[in-house]
């Protein structure tokens, strides 16, 4: 079991930045890649970003490619989501997910619970 805990959500102002943290503990061994996903209130949810567990694989969803970076810090077992020129349509529950071996924007079984970004106009 794999235990993901969020944190660094808020509001900002758009054309702000905001960073994200994902703290993963227990058997962090099947956390494999890690990544991150998205839901708006009364949208489908949103594959944001997603980082091998070397670090070496990266790939981005289209809407947040160029503004938003993941990076992943092996030995703190922390996935990190710095995300600039924040816009109002990027304001949703950010997740943190984990558990797949395969960089290709799927989510894995793990998730966090959430944490709110706001991006006020």
């Known amino acids: 079991q794999v235990r993901l805990v969020e944190s660094g959500g808020g509001t900002v102002q758009t054309g702000g930045s905001l960073g994200l943290s994902c703290l993963a503990s227990?058997?962090?061994?099947?956390?494999?890649?890690m990544g991150w996903f998205r839901q708006a209130p009364g949208k489908e949810r949103e594959f944001v970003a997603a980082?091998?567990?070397?670090?070496?694989?990266?790939i981005y969803g289209n809407a947040v490619k160029g503004r938003f970076t993941i990076s992943r810090d092996g030995a703190e077992n922390t996935a990190y989501l710095h995300m600039n020129s924040l816009k109002p349509e990027d304001s949703a529950v950010y997740y943190c997910?984990?558990?797949?071996?395969?960089?290709?924007?799927?989510?894995?079984?793990?998730w966090g619970q959430g944490t709110q970004v706001t991006v006020s106009s």
């Open positions: 997910n984990a558990g797949t071996i395969v960089v290709d924007g799927a989510p894995g079984i793990y």
């Open positions: 227990g058997h962090i061994e099947s956390a494999y890649t």
């Open positions: 980082i091998s567990r070397t670090g070496l694989s990266i």
